[in-house]
């Protein structure tokens, strides 16, 4: 009988304040809404952003997976990292050849780059405390692809590309703030290499004889890359509905001041905080409805629940130019960076730097954040 209260007792310390906060969030909810209408208010927002924004975001994983894959198949990758490489250096205090984590984070998503790291001839051109910062700079540019594209079937065409300026600058300042707080943890990675040993692996392109036609190759490298967007979208979908249904929840209001049930209802919880504030966010990212305050929020979790947001914003008539580029920027610099930095720094072996990369990262996204919106303002003069 002891042992069973002991196993039922260690479980009181996380168990009670779970149940605490759970029931406490959505007793606060149903309180105003009405517990029907809560609940009929989940299940539709939830059914409605699985048809129409999870599977418009799959297609576009489909799509953007496909042109990813055709240009590892065909060398646009290589030519664009070696345009890149002259850049890495002085801008982020990397070789060279970290140009190619980059261009394979935008092409697909964060983990790319850890891929990449856990490779000897990759790695051996690194330091240690630069070798850590590949976690910082990779995630800046994770699914970068698709929240262009994603931006640009909205209507917006020259936004996601002032975001992706801003998103450049952020991983600058993510990047070299998380080599800064290695080298003050650990000096003795400033001169330590990634790879023990002082020796360097080429870092070449193995040049494979390739018997079929060009329209073979392109119908293989299209449908692979496309079967890789299917599973991307895939795993975006529990983000999109729990994390964007919570934060609809508590960002929009009652349709026509009553609560009935439908979708997109809620209780302003967070536009009611932001507003509190909102001469702060108003002039750093030049937002002028504190409800626009949601989108980074949930990018601080997973973009493409941040994404699912963007339509309703836009339908309400809240999001304009600068907050389109202000999302594209944040969201891809962020890129759900709270859910990815602990499993992709325990990877590398590095756990307990979690805390500093999150911290470089954030101040990253902000950045971010804040050079799309002033380089929008200029673009508006012209």
């Known amino acids: 009988m002891a042992e069973k209260k002991k196993g039922i007792w260690k479980y009181i310390p996380d168990g009670i304040p779970c149940l605490v906060i759970v029931f406490g969030l959505f007793t606060f909810i149903g309180m105003q809404m009405g517990v029907p209408q809560m609940l009929n208010t989940i299940m539709k927002t939830a059914h409605d952003l699985l048809l129409n924004t999870c599977f418009y975001l799959m297609a576009i994983c489909v799509i953007t ?18 345009m890149l490489r002259p850049l890495m250096r002085p801008l982020f205090n990397l070789p060279g050849v970290a140009a190619l984590g980059a261009v394979m984070t935008f092409l697909s998503d964060n983990p790319a780059i850890i891929s990449l790291s856990q490779d000897k001839r990759f790695s051996s051109y690194f330091k240690k405390y630069q070798y850590i910062s590949l976690t910082n700079f990779g995630t800046a540019f994770g699914m970068g692809l698709l929240v262009i594209v994603f931006m640009v079937g909205q209507g917006f065409y020259a936004e996601p590309f002032i975001g992706l300026m801003g998103a450049f600058c952020g991983c600058i300042v993510s990047t ?28 070449k392109e193995e040049e494979v004889v390739e018997d079929k036609s060009k329209f073979i190759r392109t119908l293989n490298a299209l449908l692979d890359g496309g079967r ?37 209802e809620g ?35 997973a973009v493409g629940a941040a994404l699912g947001l963007v339509p309703s914003f836009i339908a309400e008539g809240w999001a ?16 759900g960076y709270l859910s990815t930095h602990t499993a992709m720094l325990d990877s590398l072996g590095y756990r307990e730097l979690t805390s500093k990369a999150i911290l470089a990262h954030t101040f990253g996204g902000l950045v971010a954040a804040i050079v799309a919106h002033w380089i929008f303002m200029l673009y508006s003069l012209i």
């Open 65 to 82: 997976g496909a042109i990813g894959k055709l240009f590892v198949e065909f060398g646009v990758v290589k030519l664009l990292e070696g």
């Open 176 to 203: 070299r703030l998380m080599q800064r707080f290695v080298v003050k943890a650990y000096p003795s990675f400033l001169e330590e290499n990634a790879v023990e040993g002082n020796a360097k692996f080429a870092v």
């Open 228 to 264: 890789t967007g299917v599973d991307v979208g895939m795993a975006i979908i529990p983000g999109v509905l729990i994390i964007s249904t919570l934060v609809m929840i508590l960002t929009f209001g009652p349709s026509d001041g009553t609560y009935d049930g439908q979708a997109y």
């Open 267 to 301: 209780i302003e919880l967070l536009p009611f905080l932001a507003g509190k504030i909102n001469i702060v966010f108003e002039w750093l990212f030049g937002f002028q409805d504190p409800h626009l305050v949601a989108f980074p929020i949930t990018a601080l979790g």
């Open 320 to 335: 304009d130019g600068n907050a389109i580029a202000v999302f594209t920027a944040i969201g891809m610099c962020w890129s």
